[in-house]
C-alpha cells in the first residue's frame, strides 16, 4: 500500500506569477507617460530653434525655450508620480536620465548655438567664422557637462555635497541639468526670442553658457525643493505665494521666469562665497606651544 501523496493546492488562472509581474510592469506606464512628454517637448525644442534659425522668425525660438520650460514641470512630476504611487525602477530611472540628455543637453545646446551665435552680423567675415566655432564649441561644453552631471548624480551614493550648510536641507551637488537648461530658456524667452547680432553680445553670451556648464560639474551647493511635501498641511499663506506665482507666470512670464532662473544660479555661486568667507574668517584655535610663547 503507498504511502498518499499529499494534496497540493488547485493554482487559480489569477496566480500565474508571469501574469502578476505583467500587472506590475503595467502600473509602471505612468510615470513612463510624463518622461515621453518631457522627451516630446525635447524635441519640439530642437525642432523649433532650427525653424527659427532658417525662416529667421524669434517666434520660433521662443517657442522652444517654452517647450523646454513645460518638460522642467514634467521632469518633476514623473519622480513624484512614480513615488507616490510606488513604481519606481531601474528602466524608469534610466530612461528619465536618457530623456534629460536630450531635453535639458541637447535641446538647450541647439537652442544656445542658433539662438546667440547663428544671426551674428560681423562685416569681417574671418571674425565672423571665429564666432561660430566659439559658439559651438562652448554649447558642446554645455552638452559635456550636463551629461557628466547625470553621470554623476546616477552613480553617486552619498548626495550631500561637502558644504552642506545647515543639517537636515536637501542640496543637489552642482546645479542639476534641468536647472542649467531653464537658465538657458528663461533667457530667450526674456528676449522674445529675437537672436543675439552683435559679436560681442556673443562673447558674453558664450561665457555665460560656459559658467553653466561649469556650475553643473562643479561641488556647489543647489537647493532641491525635495523636502516640500504638499500632502503634508501647510500654511494658508503658501497657497497664496503660489496662487500668485502663477498668475505672475501668466501675465508676465518673461521677468517674472527669467527673476527665478537667474536667482536659482546665483543662490548656488553666492552660497559658495559665503561659504568660503565664512570658513576664512574662523581662525583655528592656537596651540599650547603657542601660547605658552604669547605669555
Not at 524635441?43 to 525655450?65: M, S, T
Not at 561660430?132 to 558642446?140: D, K, M, N, P, Q
Not at 528676449?191 to 547680432?197: E, R, S
Request: proline share 6%; with cysteine.
Amino acid at each position: 500500500m503507498t504511502p498518499l501523496e499529499p494534496l497540493t493546492p488547485m493554482r487559480r488562472k489569477d496566480d500565474n506569477p508571469n501574469r502578476a509581474r505583467r500587472v506590475r510592469k503595467g502600473l509602471y506606464i505612468l510615470p513612463s507617460l510624463f518622461t515621453a512628454v518631457n522627451i516630446a517637448a525635447g524635441y519640439f525644442a530642437v525642432f523649433q530653434a532650427i525653424q527659427g534659425a532658417f525662416q529667421k522668425d524669434p517666434r520660433h525660438f521662443d517657442l522652444a525655450a517654452m517647450a523646454i520650460g513645460f518638460a522642467i514641470v514634467f521632469d518633476g512630476l514623473d519622480g513624484r508620480v512614480a513615488r507616490m504611487t510606488n513604481t519606481t525602477s531601474d528602466f524608469g530611472r534610466e530612461l528619465d536620465s536618457l530623456a534629460d540628455v536630450i531635453t535639458f543637453g541637447m535641446a538647450p545646446a541647439v537652442l544656445a548655438y542658433l539662438w546667440g551665435f547663428h544671426a551674428i552680423a560681423v562685416a569681417n567675415e574671418e571674425l565672423h567664422q571665429k564666432l561660430i566655432r566659439l559658439g559651438a564649441v562652448t554649447t558642446f561644453l554645455f552638452l559635456a557637462a550636463g551629461a557628466c552631471r547625470l553621470a554623476r548624480f546616477n552613480i553617486q551614493n552619498n548626495p550631500q555635497p561637502s558644504n552642506p550648510g545647515r543639517p537636515g536641507r536637501k542640496y543637489f551637488v552642482g546645479m542639476p541639468i534641468p536647472g542649467g537648461a531653464g537658465v538657458i530658456a528663461a533667457v530667450v524667452h526674456f528676449a522674445h526670442g529675437f537672436p543675439v547680432q552683435a559679436w560681442w553680445m556673443a562673447l558674453i553670451w558664450s561665457l555665460f553658457v560656459l559658467l553653466l556648464g561649469f556650475l553643473m560639474v562643479s561641488r556647489w551647493r543647489f537647493p532641491s525643493f525635495k523636502g516640500v511635501d504638499f500632502r503634508q498641511r501647510h500654511s494658508s499663506r503658501l497657497l497664496v505665494v503660489l496662487c500668485a506665482l502663477v498668475m505672475l507666470i501668466i501675465y508676465f512670464s518673461d521677468w517674472t521666469l527669467f527673476i527665478i532662473a537667474i536667482t536659482y544660479m546665483f543662490w548656488g555661486i553666492f552660497s559658495r562665497l559665503f561659504y568660503g568667507m565664512k570658513r576664512g574668517s574662523q581662525v583655528p584655535p592656537s596651540s599650547p606651544d603657542q601660547v605658552a610663547h604669547a605669555d
